[in-house]
């Protein structure tokens, strides 16, 4: 029996070899400098920044190289000192060329000038935006939403915190051992919020199988009433905002809203610690913990410069088994498979996986309504339906179905017996509707 | 009382007009794509069934009968409803908008609908001498209440056969029409519960 | 670009081109009713035929006359008139086949295909031609509901007019003299018609194509 | 190296635990029993009616989509599922063509012509049983009596007509008897203990939800509990339950029939309308009909209901609100 509400749907998905058991045991490693760092201009939801370096710049550590572009957008850093290469497009995770920053390192590691905040204590909402907007800090739970924003002065009151620290993602345990090892920076760094909007409520939402994080956790919040370390169920997605503060706080976040409409604000524990580092030492965010895990010869958690190429983390980890015959940038269930290794880890990227042949995929057969889809949607939704509709491109029908509300969380098509892509379907009627939806405004505009 | 319970189970379920006496079949066929709009179709049969069978009730007893003109009754009662759908249309339109809408466009379709003129026609021939007032009206309701049901049931169907990959040549009216064999089978099952 | 029709046109296409039941779907609820045994479905068949050959021939004579805004219940009036003719003719000399007609004699009237024609074809052509029409529409009729009534007496009886067909073996599916049997039966017809008219046309295309090469 | 990596959409990991062929061969496994059961009662011809029934549907199901040049999918044991189910809904007297006939048209009439696995509204093997029923009434006629351990019935069959549980006015068997199977019937429907037992297996295993078979007896239960518990004594009104619940299709409907995936309601409350609406038919039926037994018809008939009862049942998004506003949503 639990304390804390259990939200719809939810599965417990198998992990192949060296899942979260083996990597959750890992302490963070520093990896080796790579020689050169390919530094994405976009890593984030919302417009590309805007270069600010040019081919033969130097550049230090630390400095901004890119600038926020737009409402939603985020500034980017160089993760090392050197010089600028070159500024040109390049093929990122998703498969689709994006304007990098190109950076040979002198391996000095000369920081630019940094400013701690000379008064945390009083940093209210406004100025931690405008501080979270200048460290390029976006979300580092894989949602990579631009902290600028998160954190800007909300319109209605919030009430509660929650820190997330839940990774329910398979193999990964990158958030867990940064809670081991900063566990003080995350408590400190939710603190910082926690005054700055006024709020009476801090919830650290663990899983109970990270029970070294919640006991430590548990000892640190001990002096402050309003911090509450929640161990919450392990159940896939419970990591998911909506399905967290649905736990936690049984509020049922809207359809088409955000956490911030019922007064909640969900930060990753990573972003909390990026958010310790941008107040108390002035450093923007410049690296981050990633799990390397499944079939590698030698799995770990590495902290890694931001534009790091993959095939950096496989060498530290002594490159795939033989057996190994997909790699995910990410994790196994909300990850995106890669076939090459030059891509670079971005803010977003929490991790490398790599299965084994015996956990691809089988080939698919005819849906026969067993309903198991709809069991584990945690967003009640009806993905087999939504997937006929996309089958017969009837957009109309799958938006009528709420196919807007996927999380992509990939439970249905985890527990399809005819394995079918329910997820990937859905992700394509929220492409096209949303597309559908921006010319009907784009039209509307014009009149 | 329980004669005209009798009457409502016999034409919902056992003599459904569609499925076991083939009335109605064309709106059936034709207006069974979308769930809304077969609804739609159901409840503006069942209003001018219900008014249908109550005016050529009267009529036959009141105009046909007394003047002995029975032979003339086809052809009466296929003028009364051609001009009670005309009316209904009309009165819908300056009593009730929200009705008029929802109704409307099905209207013009009843007259041909043979369901209607079917009905009216048993309604004399049920039982000897034919169905009273009430008993006729009774049985224009359950007869169009078994139509909607039918009607409704085999769209939500059809709108699930749209999203299934079908033989090429089971598409639209073979496939609609085995669809129903399928389903007159189960209600067959009704068949002697009276 | 008013086409001239041939009478031979004309009255092929009602058997074959527009085919009340196969291929305009109008006429079902008779269709389905009544082909349960081939003498019935034959009765059904010229019954109705009567009625579109009269009320084409009444109405094509009428069509410069009607006003455009009564057509419509004059062309009812029209086709219940013949429809109680054939009513009361075939309660005096063939009661049998009456009796088991029963209720779609009258509902000849709302036989969509008698009103169809009435409306797109007599209203607006000669009076020969109009009859023509009529004829070759009723006799695409009748053989389309004998075609379908042959069938569901065949498997449901075991015979045909009435005579036994099948070998004394046969055990006789009565569910083709039921309701459901009705729908299956006229699907599967349905199918096999425009699974082989799609045949046809695709291979006569592709005999095209080979000439052109 | 980097060659043989296969790229493909999230999610990477499969519940491989669950693929149709197992959920239908569990089925099949939950069914054995039933089918042992059914050649002890009733004897060869019961065997015979299996494998002629199995063979044909699965043979149906393979020249169907090599005619019509499909993949062939006999491998995922739906089609075995049809076949068997179908063969206990037949008499033990019934022919061997009946259940080839029955096969045929319930693969190639009620499932392949609607598009195959999952594209079906109708339960095949029940609605294929019904049809055979309206068109062979005399042969679907369950009354051979149960020659328990014998291979060939003792009596000539066509000598014997004998009433069985449902008929009118017919008493003399125990509950006992009707639990264990020792009565006439179809004969994959008179033994209950196996049935229950491949129900529990199914349940056990997560194959098919409690909401149908539950609230289908149930339902039946309560509508008999009514009738006779207020017409004569609470006493005989919980014996009559018991008989009624025991008697006829019922069990191997509701644990079976009713729960297939492709022609039950996908939601919850779907399930339980659709197992609530077969009860109160199966009750009507039995009681009111010209029909001994309902349990397939009223299955059918919710059959038909189905996509309606999934159209009315199917549930709001989480945090669905009310007064949600689509366009300013589309704003957002």
């Known amino acids: 029996m639990s304390l804390y509400t259990r939200f719809p749907g939810g599965i417990h998905p198998h992990e192949g070899m060296n899942g979260k058991p083996v990597t959750a045991a890992l302490p963070i490693e520093e990896l080796r400098q790579p020689a050169r760092v390919t530094i994405p201009l976009l890593q984030h939801i919302g417009a590309p920044a805007k270069a600010l370096v040019k081919k033969g710049d130097s550049v230090k550590m630390g400095q901004k190289i890119g600038e926020a572009a737009g409402f939603v957008s985020a500034a980017v850093h160089s993760s090392v000192s050197g010089v600028v290469v070159d500024v040109q497009p390049c093929v990122l995770a998703n498969g689709l060329q994006a304007e990098c920053a190109i950076i040979d390192n002198d391996f000095k590691d000369e920081w630019v000038k940094r400013q701690p905040v000379k008064d945390p204590e009083k940093l209210d909402a406004k100025a931690l935006s405008e501080l979270a907007g200048e460290m390029g800090l976006v979300g580092l739970g894989g949602a990579t939403f631009p902290y600028s924003v998160k954190l800007m002065p909300p319109r209605t009151k919030l009430d509660t915190l929650i820190v997330n620290g839940a990774e329910c993602e398979p193999y990964l345990s990158a958030d867990h051992q940064l809670m081991l090892s900063k566990a003080k920076e995350i408590v400190e760094g939710a603190k910082r919020m926690q005054v700055a909007f006024g709020i009476e409520k801090v919830y650290v939402g663990i899983e109970k199988n990270k029970p070294d994080a919640i006991e430590l956790m548990t000892k640190l919040c001990e002096g402050d009433p309003s911090f509450i370390v929640a161990p919450v169920p392990v159940r896939y997605p419970q990591g998911g905002e909506k399905q967290l503060v649905y736990a936690l706080t049984k509020r049922r976040v809207k359809t088409g809203g955000l956490p911030i409409d019922k007064g909640v604000l969900v930060v990753n524990v990573g972003s909390c610690y990026a958010l310790y580092r941008a107040i108390y030492e002035g450093t923007p965010l410049i690296d981050r913990v990633v799990t390397v895990g499944g079939c590698v010869k030698r799995p770990a958690n590495y902290l890694v410069r931001i534009g790091t190429p993959v095939q950096w983390l496989l060498d530290a980890s002594e490159g795939l088994l033989p057996q190994a015959r997909m790699m995910i940038y990410g994790g196994p269930m909300m990850g995106l498979a890669i076939n090459r290794t030059d891509i670079p880890v971005t803010k977003g990227c929490s991790g490398i996986t790599v299965l084994e042949k015996k956990l691809m995929p089988k080939p698919e057969s005819s849906c026969i309504r067993c309903g198991r889809c709809i069991t584990v949607c945690p967003m009640l939704l009806c993905p087999s339906d939504i997937d006929k509709a996309m089958r017969k491109s009837d957009f109309e029908t799958a938006e009528k179905l709420g196919a807007m509300n996927c999380l992509e969380c990939g439970a249905c098509s985890w527990s399809c017996p005819a394995k079918r892509s329910l997820t990937q379907s859905c992700k394509t009627c929220k492409k096209v509707i949303t597309e559908k939806r921006r010319q009907q405004r784009q039209r509307e505009e014009a009149k | ?194 | ?213 | ?332």
């Not at chain 2, 003129?117 to 009774?138: C, F, K, M, P, R």
């Not at chain 3, 805004?69 to 309660?91: C, E, G, N, S, Y």
């Not at chain 3, 007609?101 to 169809?116: H, Q, S, T």
């Not at chain 4, 809904?89 to 006939?101: D, I, K, Q, S, T």
């Open chain 2, 1 to 194: 009382m329980s004669s005209l319970l009798l009457i409502i189970i016999a034409g919902v379920l056992v003599n459904n007009l569609v499925m076991s006496q083939f009335l109605g079949i064309c709106p059936f066929l034709g207006i069974s794509k979308k769930t809304e709009t077969a609804f739609g179709m159901g409840m503006a049969v069942t209003f001018v069934m219900v008014l249908a069978s109550v005016i050529t009730y009267l009529i036959r007893t009141y105009l046909l009968v007394p003047f002995s003109l029975e032979y003339m009754q086809t052809i009466a009662f296929i003028l009364v409803i051609a001009v009670l759908v005309q009316t209904v249309e009309m009165v819908l339109k300056k009593v009730s908008r929200a009705l008029y809408q929802a109704l409307g466009v099905y209207l013009p379709l009843i007259t041909t609908n043979c369901a209607v003129l079917g009905v009216a026609i048993s309604n004399t021939t049920a039982v000897e001498g034919g169905y009273d007032l009430l008993q006729s009206a009774v049985n224009g309701l359950a007869g169009a209440l078994g139509f909607t049901l039918a009607l409704v049931a085999f769209a939500a169907i059809r709108e699930k056969l749209a999203m299934n990959d079908l033989p090429k040549w089971m598409d639209g009216f073979p496939g609609a029409l085995i669809a129903a064999g399928l389903m007159a089978v189960a209600f067959q099952g009704f068949a002697g519960l009276i």
């Open chain 4, 1 to 332: 190296m980097q060659k043989k990596l296969i790229v493909s959409a999230a999610p990477y990991l499969h519940n491989h635990a669950a693929t149709t062929q197992r959920i239908m061969l569990s089925v099949v496994i939950a069914l054995l029993p039933t089918a042992a059961a059914a050649v002890w009662f009733f004897g060869g011809n019961a065997l015979m009616l299996i494998v002629v029934a199995v063979v044909s549907a699965v043979a149906a199901e393979y020249i169907w989509q090599k005619l019509t040049h499909k993949p062939v999918t006999v491998s995922d044991m739906s089609a075995v599922v049809t076949g068997l189910l179908l063969a206990f809904n037949l008499p033990a007297n019934a022919p061997w063509w009946l259940a080839a006939v029955g096969s045929f048209l319930a693969i190639i009439l009620i499932k392949q012509l609607f598009g195959g696995l999952g594209q079906n509204f109708m339960n095949p093997a029940l609605a294929a049983r019904a049809i055979l029923m309206l068109s062979w009434t005399g042969l679907m006629a369950a009354n051979v009596l149960p020659h328990a351990g014998q291979w060939a019935a003792p009596v000539a069959l066509d000598a014997v007509s004998v009433a069985t549980p449902l008929t009118h006015g017919a008493t003399g068997f125990t509950l006992w008897q009707l639990f264990y199977g020792d009565v006439p019937g179809m004969i994959g429907e008179t033994c209950k203990i196996t049935l229950l037992l491949g129900g529990v297996f199914l349940l056990v295993f997560r194959v098919i939800d409690w909401r149908i078979p539950v609230s289908f007896i149930a339902t039946v239960a309560v509508a008999y509990f009514i009738k006779t518990g207020t017409l004569y004594s609470m006493e005989s009104g919980a014996q009559n339950v018991l008989y009624q619940l025991l008697s006829g299709g019922l069990i191997i409907g509701a644990v079976f029939m009713a729960t297939d995936y492709v022609t039950s309601p996908i939601t919850g409350i779907g399930k339980l309308i659709m197992g609530v609406g077969c009860g109160v038919l199966l009750f009507v039926i039995r009681e009111f009909s010209s029909y001994p037994e309902g349990c397939s018809f009223a299955i059918l008939f919710m059959n038909v209901l189905t996509p309606l009862i999934d159209r009315f049942t199917g549930s709001k998004p989480f945090g669905f609100e009310k007064q949600e506003n689509p366009a300013k949503e589309a704003k957002a």
């Open chain 3, 1 to 213: 670009m008013k086409k001239k029709k041939s009478m031979r046109s004309v009255f092929l296409n009602g058997i074959f081109g527009e085919n009340p039941i196969f291929r305009m779907l109008l006429g079902m609820c008779p269709t389905l009713a009544v082909s349960t045994a081939v003498f019935q479905g034959i009765g059904m068949g010229l019954a109705t035929t009567f009625v579109l050959v009269f009320s084409n021939l009444v109405i094509a004579l009428l069509r410069n006359i009607i006003p455009d805004k009564v057509r419509i219940p004059a062309f009812i009036v029209v086709i219940a008139t013949f429809v109680t003719i054939v009513d009361l003719m075939l309660k005096a000399f063939i009661p049998s086949l009456s009796q088991s007609l029963g209720i779609f004699i009258p509902l000849i009237v709302v036989n969509c295909i008698i009103f169809a024609r009435a409306e797109a074809f007599a209203s607006k052509n000669s009076v020969l031609l109009s009859v023509t029409d009529g004829l070759g529409m009723g006799l695409g009729f009748t053989v389309s509901i004998t075609l379908l009534s042959a069938c569901r007496e065949l498997l449901g009886n075991g015979t045909l007019l009435g005579a036994q067909v099948m070998p004394e073996t046969f055990q006789p599916m009565a569910i083709a003299l039921r309701p459901p049997g009705g729908f299956i039966m006229l699907g599967i017809l349905l199918l096999i018609i425009n699974a082989s008219s799609k045949a046809i046309v695709k291979r006569r295309e592709a005999k095209a194509k080979e000439a052109e090469l």
